[in-house]
């Protein structure tokens, strides 16, 4: 299969390609999407933030239709190789077509998602000969960092209530729902004293871990969580513990998979293996079936000069201990959907200082609240700081959905095939939209594999036949 810079889409993608794209680094992109409107004489938009709008009037025909928004981001991971000699500040990728047909990148991701939205959308404006309704293409910034391009659009950029998104994938596949967010950082100050009793490291590993939308509902062990809980019946049992420090996982989004807690004990190391032993033999058999790898074990390390005090010990662990984690609440209208969860993703201590990061996610907003009022709850209870940060809005599930209806049918007109509607725990821009007025949406894209990775490489027939549907779709929104 040719990568064939005649079809505009790919001569796009190609243009794209020699742009430095990544994340936080737009400016020039979003300059380049500018030029392209003047050249085409098209009405244009650049905010602050670099977030571009380009609008284009009906063709005939479609003048009385209802306008047609459709988006795309302009940025992209970057990941490279080992070994791989490549500045993603000012390097071109350097594309290459494998033997299976495969669009890919010289040891670099390759930047599909969501380059090819991007140059769908160009690809679509330039063409005059193409049926459209009044179009509003708007391609955002910094969506992998969180949506940050996203949530900084307003609202009268737009009049359009329905919208394709091209930050999807799998060609006969569409999103239904997505999950909202927030990120809630907890403080504990503590007080320390002077130590000279020995000093334990209680290491929790062996999990498999994994994205906190996609993989929450698993029943995976998180291990900020059990190192806690564990802590926290050992003190139960009698242990004397005295908190050194706990530092556990590596992103908030990301299940945990190895936490340790080093403290200071009075007990001796025999009688803190002989207490851990059952309440890890009881953990071990509720995550058989779900992290069978899950281990503990404690030994002794050097004697630490402070420790925290006991009341510090206790408020720390009762706080980590008692806030909510986990799948919450899963969705009675489809089947296998989570709508609610939280994460434990990371803690940390440095010096005097305990802080804990969440990641919360519902496609209903009330849901968000309620865990977020609870959080609250516990932390005036225990003397404890919470920051609520990056937050945008969920996109519930409508089950009619008129975009729906045209992509199912022009997916079978022109495939053959039917539409498989997926939702998902994880957050996407289609909620911020959602939230900026926009009613009816649908995702779409081309099939692509290993995407965030330098392994990431695009179907270059699937690339073809995705635009074939797309501007079907198009067409149809008379």
Same mark, same amino acid.
């Given at each position: 299969?040719?990568?064939?810079?005649?079809?505009?889409? $790919?001569?796009?993608?190609?243009?794209? /390609?020699?742009?430095?794209?990544?994340?936080?680094?737009?400016?020039?992109?979003?300059?380049?999407?500018?030029?392209?409107?003047?050249?085409?004489?098209?009405?244009?938009?650049?905010?602050?933030?670099?977030?571009?709008?380009?609008?284009?009037?009906?063709?005939?025909?479609? %003048?009385?239709? /209802?306008?047609?928004?459709?988006? #795309?981001?302009?940025?992209?991971?970057? %990941? #490279?190789?080992? =070994?791989?000699?490549?500045?993603?500040?000012?390097?071109?990728?350097?594309?290459?077509?494998?033997?299976? =047909?495969?669009?890919?990148?010289?040891?670099?991701?390759?930047?599909?998602?969501?380059?090819?939205?991007?140059?769908?959308?160009? !690809?679509?404006?330039? +063409?005059?000969?193409?049926?459209?309704?009044?179009?509003?293409?708007?391609?955002?910034?910094?969506?992998?960092?969180?949506?940050?391009?996203?949530?900084?659009?307003?609202? +009268?950029?737009?009049?359009?209530?329905?919208?394709?998104?091209?930050?999807?994938?799998?060609?006969?596949?569409? $999103?239904?729902?997505?999950?909202?967010?927030?990120?809630?950082?907890?403080?504990?100050?503590?007080?320390?004293?002077?130590?000279?009793?020995?000093?334990?490291?209680?290491?929790?590993? =062996?999990?498999?871990?994994?994205?906190?939308?996609?993989?929450?509902?698993?029943?995976? =062990?998180?291990?900020?969580?059990? !190192?806690?809980?564990?802590?926290?019946?050992?003190?139960?049992?009698?242990?004397?513990?005295?908190?050194?420090?706990?530092?556990?996982?590596?992103?908030?989004?990301? @299940?945990?998979? %190895? $936490?340790?807690?080093?403290?200071?004990?009075?007990?001796?190391? &025999?009688?803190?293996? &002989?207490?851990?032993?059952?309440?890890?033999? !009881?953990?071990?058999?509720?995550? %058989?079936?779900?992290?069978?790898?899950?281990?503990?074990?404690?030994?002794?390390?050097?004697?630490?000069?402070?420790?925290?005090?006991? /009341?510090?010990?206790?408020?720390? @662990?009762?706080?980590?201990?008692?806030?909510?984690?986990?799948?919450?609440?899963?969705?009675?209208?489809?089947?296998?959907?989570?709508?609610?969860?939280?994460?434990?993703? @990371?803690?940390?201590?440095?010096?005097?200082?305990?802080?804990?990061?969440?990641?919360?996610?519902?496609?209903?907003?009330?849901?968000?609240? +309620?865990?977020?009022?609870?959080?609250?709850?516990?932390?005036?209870?225990?003397?404890?700081?919470?920051?609520?940060?990056?937050?945008?809005?969920?996109?519930?599930?409508?089950?009619?959905?008129?975009?729906?209806?045209?992509?199912?049918?022009?997916?079978?007109? &022109?495939?053959?095939?039917?539409?498989? $509607?997926?939702? #998902?725990?994880?957050?996407?821009?289609?909620?911020?939209?959602?939230?900026?007025?926009?009613?009816?949406?649908?995702?779409?894209?081309?099939?692509?594999?290993?995407?965030?990775?330098?392994? &990431?490489?695009?179907?270059?027939?699937?690339?073809?036949?995705?635009?074939?549907?797309?501007?079907?779709?198009?067409?149809?929104?008379?």
């Amino acid at each position: 299969m040719e990568f064939d810079l005649n079809k505009r889409y $790919c001569y796009y993608f190609n243009e794209i /390609a020699k742009i430095p794209h990544g994340s936080k680094n737009e400016k020039q992109i979003s300059d380049y999407i500018v030029s392209f409107a003047k050249s085409k004489g098209l009405r244009y938009l650049q905010d602050d933030f670099w977030n571009v709008v380009i609008y284009k009037e009906p063709s005939e025909g479609y %003048e009385n239709s /209802a306008p047609l928004l459709i988006q #795309a981001h302009m940025d992209m991971v970057c %990941e #490279a190789n080992k =070994g791989t000699d490549h500045d993603f500040e000012k390097d071109p990728l350097k594309l290459y077509v494998d033997e299976e =047909g495969w669009l890919n990148a010289e040891g670099t991701t390759l930047g599909a998602d969501d380059g090819a939205g991007v140059a769908y959308i160009l !690809a679509i404006l330039e +063409d005059d000969a193409l049926p459209h309704p009044p179009l509003e293409c708007c391609f955002t910034v910094q969506e992998e960092l969180g949506l940050l391009g996203a949530v900084e659009l307003k609202s +009268d950029y737009f009049t359009a209530k329905r919208m394709i998104s091209l930050d999807g994938g799998g060609e006969v596949t569409t $999103c239904i729902s997505s999950a909202g967010g927030t990120r809630a950082t907890s403080t504990i100050e503590c007080l320390s004293e002077p130590n000279s009793d020995p000093t334990f490291d209680l290491a929790v590993g =062996g999990l498999l871990g994994g994205h906190s939308g996609g993989e929450i509902h698993k029943e995976k =062990g998180n291990a900020n969580v059990l !190192a806690v809980r564990i802590f926290k019946e050992m003190m139960i049992a009698g242990a004397d513990l005295s908190l050194v420090s706990i530092n556990g996982g590596l992103k908030e989004n990301a @299940i945990p998979r %190895e $936490c340790d807690i080093v403290f200071t004990s009075r007990t001796s190391s &025999e009688k803190l293996n &002989e207490i851990l032993r059952p309440i890890a033999d !009881a953990i071990s058999t509720e995550l %058989e079936f779900s992290d069978a790898g899950f281990k503990a074990e404690i030994t002794q390390v050097e004697t630490s000069p402070v420790k925290f005090s006991n /009341a510090s010990t206790e408020r720390v @662990i009762n706080y980590l201990y008692l806030i909510p984690n986990g799948f919450q609440h899963r969705s009675m209208a489809i089947e296998g959907l989570t709508v609610t969860s939280l994460n434990l993703g @990371i803690v940390r201590t440095n010096g005097n200082t305990v802080v804990a990061t969440d990641s919360l996610r519902s496609a209903i907003a009330s849901g968000i609240t +309620d865990l977020l009022n609870k959080m609250r709850t516990l932390a005036e209870v225990y003397n404890v700081t919470i920051k609520i940060t990056s937050a945008y809005p969920g996109w519930n599930y409508s089950p009619e959905s008129d975009l729906r209806d045209k992509l199912s049918v022009v997916l079978q007109n &022109e495939l053959g095939v039917e539409l498989k $509607c997926q939702a #998902a725990h994880g957050g996407n821009e289609c909620g911020i939209f959602n939230s900026l007025g926009v009613e009816d949406i649908v995702t779409y894209g081309p099939i692509s594999e290993h995407i965030h990775t330098p392994d &990431e490489r695009l179907n270059l027939e699937s690339f073809d036949r995705s635009y074939r549907v797309l501007t079907g779709l198009v067409k149809e929104c008379k």
